[in-house]
């Protein structure tokens, strides 16, 4: 989404807003905020909602081929989670004046991002584990931050969503432990869905901090708690143990403890990689986008009957009261 130019602000105004910020204080929907501030909150939050709007796809591909009732059971469950947490986002977003609609048209016609790592196939069952254990991992490590935002909405959607992908993370590390426990084409199959993963899951957290536009201004008005390379090293360091206690190991040559700083040190991240699967040129963006066109597209009787049922109840109302 691009960023227009902000009118100026009043400054006694920012004033005012930037010491209830510093005082820790949250800010509400009717309360005054700079243009510029609603305006990053749209944008992450509405990359959000998308986000969980999007990734029901990649695991709504496994719905069908579960290996068991427990397993397809589990798997439903969580796919609704995920769209439970996209209305959830979307509804905060309106909060801040803008419209449903105008959102998801964004998503439809390529203006709004919604995560990278979405981008990837699900090519056995094992993605189903890894994802669970990687993408809800790197997920609740960048919420849990996000459930202090400075905006309250989004804060408080952070604190039951948190809930929830914790759930989805045991069920993904769980089939990752039983497959690496199982036979060794089973065993060969989890640590080819963790090769695959593991890097994108790393650029989830987005560019370093260097490279990253938006976190200086994020994190001074307490959207942000903590830096996106923050976010990813503590990533890093409670994935690999996990990692290691169930035989698994991540494609990364240089990756070593720092018993000084305990830091699980790792290599280069491909940032052209990155590059390429936001600008619409990753493995399955083009699939992605055109699901949800579809999905809106044959979604349209749906609206059309609400519209057409909140319409004859406003006139009965009118009637009734005339
Ligand atoms: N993918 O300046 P920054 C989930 C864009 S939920 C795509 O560092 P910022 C649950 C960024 O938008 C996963 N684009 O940006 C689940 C910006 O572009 P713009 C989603 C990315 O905002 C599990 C540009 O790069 N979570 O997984 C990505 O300070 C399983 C420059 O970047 C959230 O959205 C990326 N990975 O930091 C569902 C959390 N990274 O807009 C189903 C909320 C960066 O200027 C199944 N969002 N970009 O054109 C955030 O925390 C932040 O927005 C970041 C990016 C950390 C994603």
Same mark, same amino acid.
Request: proline share 5%; charged share 25%.
């Given at each position: 989404?691009?960023?227009?130019?902000?009118?100026?602000?009043?400054?006694?105004?920012?004033?005012?807003?930037?010491?209830?910020?510093?005082?820790?204080?949250?800010?509400?929907?009717?309360?005054?905020?700079?243009?510029?501030?609603?305006?990053?909150?749209?944008?992450?939050?509405?990359? $959000?909602?998308?986000?969980?709007?999007? /990734?029901?796809?990649?695991?709504?591909?496994?719905?069908?081929?579960?290996?068991?009732?427990?397993?397809?059971?589990?798997?439903?469950?969580?796919?609704?989670?995920?769209?439970?947490?996209?209305?959830?986002?979307?509804?905060?977003?309106?909060?801040?004046?803008?419209?449903?609609?105008?959102?998801?048209?964004?998503?439809?016609?390529?203006?709004?991002?919604?995560?990278? !790592?979405?981008?990837?196939?699900?090519?056995?069952?094992?993605?189903?584990?890894? !994802? /669970?254990?990687?993408? +809800? /991992?790197?997920?609740?490590?960048?919420?849990?931050?996000?459930?202090?935002?400075?905006?309250?909405?989004?804060?408080?959607?952070? !604190?039951?969503?948190?809930?929830?992908?914790?759930? $989805?993370?045991?069920?993904?590390?769980?089939?990752?432990?039983?497959?690496?426990?199982?036979?060794?084409?089973?065993?060969?199959?989890?640590?080819?869905?963790?090769?695959?993963?593991?890097?994108?899951?790393?650029?989830?957290?987005?560019?370093?901090?260097?490279?990253?536009?938006?976190?200086?201004?994020?994190?001074?008005?307490?959207?942000?708690?903590?830096?996106? +390379?923050?976010?990813?090293?503590?990533?890093?360091?409670?994935?690999?143990?996990?990692?290691?206690?169930?035989?698994?190991?991540?494609?990364?040559?240089?990756?070593?403890?720092?018993?000084?700083?305990?830091?699980?040190?790792? /290599?280069?991240? +491909?940032?052209?990689?990155?590059?390429?699967? !936001?600008?619409?040129?990753?493995?399955?963006?083009?699939?992605?986008?055109?699901?949800?066109?579809?999905? $809106?597209? +044959?979604?349209?009787?749906?609206?059309?009957?609400?519209?057409?049922?909140?319409?004859?109840?406003?006139?009965?109302?009118?009637?009734?009261?005339?």
């Amino acid at each position: 989404m691009s960023m227009t130019t902000a009118p100026a602000e009043d400054p006694t105004k920012l004033a005012e807003f930037e010491s209830r910020l510093n005082a820790g204080e949250t800010i509400e929907p009717k309360d005054w905020m700079p243009e510029k501030y609603r305006k990053q909150l749209i944008r992450m939050m509405s990359q $959000h909602a998308h986000s969980e709007i999007v /990734g029901m796809l990649p695991e709504g591909n496994w719905i069908t081929r579960a290996p068991s009732l427990r397993r397809k059971m589990v798997l439903l469950a969580k796919v609704q989670d995920e769209a439970g947490h996209g209305l959830y986002i979307y509804c905060g977003t309106e909060t801040l004046n803008v419209s449903r609609e105008e959102l998801v048209d964004q998503l439809l016609t390529g203006k709004a991002k919604y995560s990278s !790592i979405f981008n990837y196939p699900t090519l056995t069952w094992a993605d189903i584990g890894v !994802i /669970g254990w990687f993408v +809800d /991992g790197a997920a609740i490590v960048n919420q849990t931050m996000l459930a202090k935002t400075s905006y309250g909405p989004y804060a408080r959607a952070m !604190i039951r969503i948190c809930k929830e992908e914790n759930f $989805h993370k045991r069920q993904g590390y769980e089939i990752c432990s039983v497959l690496s426990n199982g036979t060794p084409a089973q065993k060969a199959m989890v640590q080819d869905a963790v090769n695959r993963w593991w890097w994108p899951s790393l650029m989830m957290f987005g560019p370093s901090d260097a490279a990253s536009p938006n976190s200086a201004e994020l994190m001074r008005w307490r959207v942000k708690k903590e830096t996106n +390379d923050a976010l990813r090293q503590r990533f890093v360091n409670l994935t690999i143990p996990q990692a290691l206690a169930i035989n698994l190991t991540v494609p990364d040559p240089g990756l070593r403890y720092d018993a000084e700083t305990e830091n699980w040190e790792f /290599g280069a991240i +491909d940032w052209s990689e990155f590059q390429q699967v !936001i600008a619409g040129n990753g493995p399955c963006n083009r699939e992605r986008l055109a699901a949800r066109r579809k999905a $809106h597209d +044959d979604g349209a009787w749906v609206r059309e009957a609400a519209e057409a049922h909140a319409a004859r109840q406003a006139a009965k109302a009118q009637s009734s009261a005339a």
